[in-house]
């Protein structure tokens, strides 16, 4: 049973992590709407530094409105941003009222 | 070691100069000599390596979407699960998941990795130097209409743009959509009408 | 609202200004082909000495002067060599004396006429 399903919306958490992530920077602190998700796999914070004995984390692919992400831009509004995040970098969404 | 590279407000890629290029040799090659000599590998694995590695290419990306175009069946496959669809072709993957995303009338995909240079490498081979480049990385997501109308496309603006940013384990093609009369071309035909640049999702037409 | 959403690594580019991209069209070289051989042969099911996700780790951590000097094959080779140094893989040591014996070898093909 997996934390979220598709169509839940989450907050990308601003995790200060140290070393390596893949969580970019743009996207942090953001909401979005999950897509699907993409099963389990290694966690590339623990494999950077030779832990390759798991646990394996669940991914999403999570999709955010372009204009929310960048609001001093002029976007369209229909456009998104797919971008898979790891199931520790995600929480619940508090708010409800930017729907991609 | 010196190399070429240009500052200012152009970022341009970095490019090893013959200096550059030699000197990287030697170190590859140096690296090499002493893995061998510590029996990690041998020189026959690095050959062998280096053919698999030049093997995939644009011919086997094309060859995958005209069997989508033509094949309705074989398209929701590939679209339910892209690498088992691929491997279907004997066309070997070794990325963990591919997820190919169709091109509609009303939307219109791009495909970038902002935090280094993800990519299909099995199917495809090696991405273009411009999608390694931090101007493509860096406005790819923010701007990408703009970085698309410096490709020559010009997308309406109320078609739905989508990016999807490969930052983890999945890799993305994009199905473009098949030109008006699919229907009647040979496959080779349309396998020579494919651009990598529509897998990227940097060209839209297929014509 | 944006918190301090931690550190961005200098790689971690998304967004950030840019000016044209550089349609350049690069040939894919044989040393940078053995690079990514080794690297993949290194990270295999019957090896896994060094990951991908090692090398990335390694060109995250050179520094921004170092990652913005070198071409990218330039800094997974750069990158790779460092992982396995400091798993004591190898030592710089023996790498130097290698890459030593290699540059003159280099020189003395040069100087034959």
């Known amino acids: 049973m997996t934390r979220f399903a598709v169509g839940d919306r989450v907050q990308v958490l601003a995790l200060r992590k140290e070393g390596h992530v893949r969580i970019p920077y743009y996207v942090r602190n953001h909401a979005g709407c999950v897509t699907e998700y993409c099963g389990t796999y290694l966690n590339p914070e623990d494999l950077a530094v030779g832990k390759t004995s798991g646990p394996a984390v669940d991914l999403y692919r999570v999709a955010f409105v372009q204009r929310l992400l960048w609001p001093d831009d002029v976007i369209p509004a229909q456009d998104t941003l797919v971008i898979e995040i790891y199931d520790h970098w995600l929480t619940p969404a508090q708010d409800t009222d930017h729907a991609p | 070691m010196p190399h070429d590279h240009e500052h200012g407000e152009h970022e341009a890629l970095i490019i090893e100069d013959e200096a550059g290029n030699i000197d990287a040799q030697i170190v590859v090659d140096a690296l090499q000599q002493v893995l061998i000599a510590k029996g990690l590998l041998t020189a026959h694995e690095v050959t062998a390596a280096i053919a698999k590695l030049e093997s995939p290419g644009l011919h086997l990306g094309a060859k995958i979407i005209a069997k989508a175009w033509t094949d309705p ?127 990227i999702g940097v060209a839209r037409d297929v014509a | 609202m944006q918190d301090d959403k931690g550190s961005k690594g200098y790689h971690d580019v998304g967004g950030d200004p840019a000016g044209e991209i550089p349609k350049v069209e690069l040939p894919w070289l044989h040393w940078e082909k053995q690079v990514e051989a080794i690297r993949g042969l290194l990270g295999d099911g019957t090896r896994r000495i060094v990951s991908l996700d090692e090398v990335r780790r390694g060109f995250e951590s050179f520094g921004i002067d170092k990652y913005n000097s070198l071409s990218f094959y330039r800094r997974r080779l750069e990158a790779m060599t460092d992982i396995l140094i400091e798993k004591g893989i190898v030592t710089q040591a023996e790498l130097d004396s290698a890459i030593k014996a290699g540059t003159t070898r280099w020189s003395d093909l040069d100087e034959t006429p």
């Open chain 2, 73 to 199: 069946e074989y398209k929701e496959r590939l679209l339910a699960d892209g690498r088992a669809a691929v491997q279907e072709l004997d066309i070997p993957v070794t990325e963990a998941r591919i997820i190919v995303v169709e091109n509609t009338a009303q939307v219109h995909n791009l495909i970038t990795c902002t935090l280094c240079s993800c990519y299909p490498r099995s199917i495809l081979g090696q991405p273009p130097s411009w999608y390694i480049s931090k101007a493509y990385r860096a406005r790819s997501v923010r701007e990408p209409r703009r970085v698309l109308e410096e490709f020559g496309l010009d997308l309406p603006h109320d078609m739905k743009l989508v990016v999807h940013d490969s930052n983890a384990d999945m890799r993305y093609l994009v199905l473009p959509e098949p030109p008006l009369d699919f229907e009647i071309r040979a496959a080779s035909d349309l396998e020579a009408m494919i651009s990598r640049d529509h897998l």
